[in-house]
């Protein structure tokens, strides 16, 4: 896999922890020099350190929110200021909120879904014209398994990886002929600060993958040229038998799975 993404410059959002944390640093370990976005500048600032340390990579840092609507402009202004030709951009930030909805905080709910839909899609339509023209580039979007099914309790969450997940599927198609691959990487449960951040109990969050082991699933399809991957075998099974029974099975299932 080196030696597709060796020399390339790839933007990684949500760099700072977990699955895009892992996913700059195979890129890096690949050869990759990276463009590193998120909030917490102290994580990005020492994460490029040793990646340009340890693989001899370039390294910028992009400090950014991206419930903010404007960020994605921003982003794309950054790297044009910096003469940085992106190649590879992987759409990971994100992030869920557990509980019922109409208990929820309804600005970080509208919060929620500018971060993991409004971000995603626009930051592709900033950076894709440029791969487009190259007629060569690769996006990732990290979906996840909950964009296959309702989520009770997580419904908002699901439904902004429905999002994803239908959109990297629309846009790989009209991309193709292109030269742009794009990918959505499906994980299921993966450990990382995610479900902390939901306010997930350690009950809901059985047999979770490495996000080393999910970066890796994710970078070998997108380079593969696969539309979309579903990590782990046991999250491919579910996924693949939960398609057979009724929806409204489905959904009451998940409920009590996720019920707080
Ligand atoms: N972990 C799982 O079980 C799981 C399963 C399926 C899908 N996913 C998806 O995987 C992706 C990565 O999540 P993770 O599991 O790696 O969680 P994580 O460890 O909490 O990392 C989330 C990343 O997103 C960034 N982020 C969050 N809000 C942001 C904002 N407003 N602006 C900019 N960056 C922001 C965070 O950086 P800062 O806080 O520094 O800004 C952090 O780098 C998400 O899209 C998530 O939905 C996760």
């Known amino acids: 896999m080196a030696a597709v993404w060796r020399g390339k410059w790839a933007l990684v959002t949500g760099a700072s922890a977990g699955i895009g944390r892992e996913i700059a640093t195979q890129l890096a370990a690949d050869g990759s020099n990276l463009v590193l976005v998120a909030r917490r500048a102290d ?16 390294c910028e840092i992009c400090v950014a929110d991206l419930t903010r609507p404007e960020a994605p402009q921003e982003i794309l202004r950054f790297t044009q200021e910096k003469e940085l030709p992106i190649e590879v951009l992987i759409n990971n930030a994100g992030f869920g909120i557990h509980g019922e909805f109409l208990r929820a905080d309804p600005h970080r709910l509208l919060e929620m879904v500018q971060v993991n839909v409004a971000s995603v899609m626009y930051l592709a339509r900033l950076f894709l014209p440029a791969m487009a023209q190259r007629r060569s580039g690769y996006m990732m979007v990290v979906a996840s398994t909950a964009a296959f099914q309702a989520v009770p309790y997580l419904s908002t969450y699901a439904a902004t990886k429905a999002f994803d997940l239908l959109f990297a599927g629309g846009i790989a198609a009209e991309l193709a002929e292109q030269g742009v691959r794009i990918c959505a990487l499906c994980p299921g449960s993966t450990d990382t600060e995610f479900q902390e951040v939901a306010g997930q109990t350690k009950r809901m969050a059985r047999s979770k993958e490495s996000a080393e082991k999910v970066a890796r699933v994710g970078l070998q399809a997108l380079a593969a040229g696969k539309p979309m991957v579903i990590s782990g075998l046991k999250n491919r099974l579910a996924m693949e038998s939960q398609r057979l029974a009724p929806r409204s099975w489905v959904t009451r299932a998940v409920a009590r799975m996720f019920k707080p």
């Open 43 to 58: 994580r990005l600032v020492q994460l490029a350190g040793e990646l340009t340390q340890r693989y001899k990579v370039r």
